[in-house]
């Protein structure tokens, strides 16, 4: 009509189709996500978890505490899971990378009162 091409698309309409796509592979590459979701056995997991510990063991290494184990790491972290049950893995390596060597300082003499062998 005034000299336009009537075939083409308005700029806006490109734009709601072009977001319209992106969302559409965005949403496929999630549900692929979902579906490629590993589950770790029972052995994976406590070698996860070993291995966080032995880090946070050589992080109090660094600071200064030398007789700190991986084990006594897991038995301060995982004290607290036995009223509630054990959390979500999330949650484990939340509470393992979080800890503080005040805290662990905190159990381990709340520990010897108790009586636990070290």
Not at 22 to 36: I, M, P, S
Not at 80 to 99: E, W
Request: hydrophobic share 35%.
């Amino acid at each position: 009509m005034n000299g336009e091409d009537n075939d083409q698309i308005p700029a806006e309409l490109e734009d709601q189709e072009s977001e319209q796509a992106e969302e559409t592979v965005t949403e496929e590459r999630e549900a692929e996500a979902d579906d490629n979701e590993t589950v770790l056995s029972e052995y994976e997991l406590n070698e996860v978890i070993e291995n966080l510990c032995l880090s946070k063991v050589d992080e109090f290494i660094m600071l200064g505490y030398e007789h700190v184990s991986g084990k006594d790491i897991w038995d301060c972290v995982s004290d607290k899971y036995r009223k509630t049950g054990v959390p979500p893995l999330h949650q484990i390596v939340n509470d393992i990378l979080s800890l503080k060597s005040t805290q662990f300082m905190n159990w381990m003499t709340l520990s010897v009162y108790k009586g636990a062998q070290f």
